[in-house]
């Protein structure tokens, strides 16, 4: 289903938008004199915590093998090093750590909305973890700090769907993932997640004991096309790897 021409219009402007944005990725503390608002949309920018890090992956590993039995094919396909934008189907709240299970001991940045910054501990572990902070106001600063950690050979995990979806069905990807390679010129690596819907839906708190299945694809290049093009092309491979 298409979305609407005013729909498409309002996203290519928001993607103009970022193009346009230049300096550099904000690395350090904000000066006082930044809103503290505007502060905290920069503040991903700390280098990652490497005891929380492996802290964290510990206590996933352990969790997700005893809870979901989590399975994890195509392991091979995870670059050592070097700019990959891994892009991955987005059903639950859970797809962030399961994927970042799956690419470990490769550490992933990752986008999160600016309210899970805003809530207490879970905010704190996601920035000190890497997150990339996003909202529809700072969308532009978001594709450029995105932009400046593919710049310096880092991972980045993005959801080309935007949000989560209802029923744990394919989304119709947003074009930013096509303007993120398109910009960035690193390969794409598509990752399907399997039973994170059903271990824990949107809307629902509490999590249940099924087994969840992370499947890492190839890389792909694709910088030619147009973003939204792009974007379907991604989220074709989506679809084949979560019938496989």
């Given amino acids: 289903m298409r979305r609407g021409a005013g729909s498409v219009r309002h996203h290519r402007h928001r993607l103009r938008e970022a193009a346009g944005k230049s300096g550099q990725v904000c690395c350090h503390r904000c000066p006082r004199r930044v809103p503290r608002r505007d502060c905290r ?3 991903f920018c700390p280098q990652m915590n490497r005891f929380l890090f492996l802290l964290g992956q510990t206590v996933c590993g352990i969790l997700f093998a005893l809870l979901f039995r989590l399975e994890v094919r195509g392991k091979e396909h995870i670059p050592r090093r070097g700019a990959v934008l891994v892009a991955a189907n987005h059903s639950s709240f859970l797809d962030p750590p399961l994927v970042g299970r799956a690419f470990f001991p490769r550490p992933l940045r990752y986008v999160a909305r600016v309210s899970v910054f805003e809530t207490p501990v879970i905010g ?9 902070p996003l909202e529809h106001e700072g969308f532009a600063i978001a594709m450029r700090d995105i932009l400046g950690l593919l710049g310096k050979g880092e991972a980045v995990l993005v959801f080309p769907e935007g949000t989560r979806s209802p029923d744990g069905r394919l989304q119709e990807a947003k074009a930013g993932i096509g303007f993120l390679a398109k910009k960035a010129g690193c390969p794409v690596i598509p990752v399907g997640i399997r039973g994170a819907s059903r271990a824990l ?10 087994r969840v299945t992370v499947t890492i694809g190839e890389p792909m ?24």
Avoid: F, K, N, Q
Wanted: zero cysteines; proline letters at 4%; aromatic letters at 4%.
């Fill in 201 to 210: 839906p949107r809307g629902r708190g509490m999590i249940r004991p099924v």
């Fill in 124 to 132: 704190w572990l996601v920035r000190h973890l890497g997150a990339v």
């Fill in 221 to 244: 290049r694709v910088s030619d096309g147009s973003y939204e093009e792009i974007a379907e092309t991604v989220m074709e491979r989506l679809r084949e790897l979560l019938e496989e």
């Fill in 41 to 43: 949309l920069r503040a």
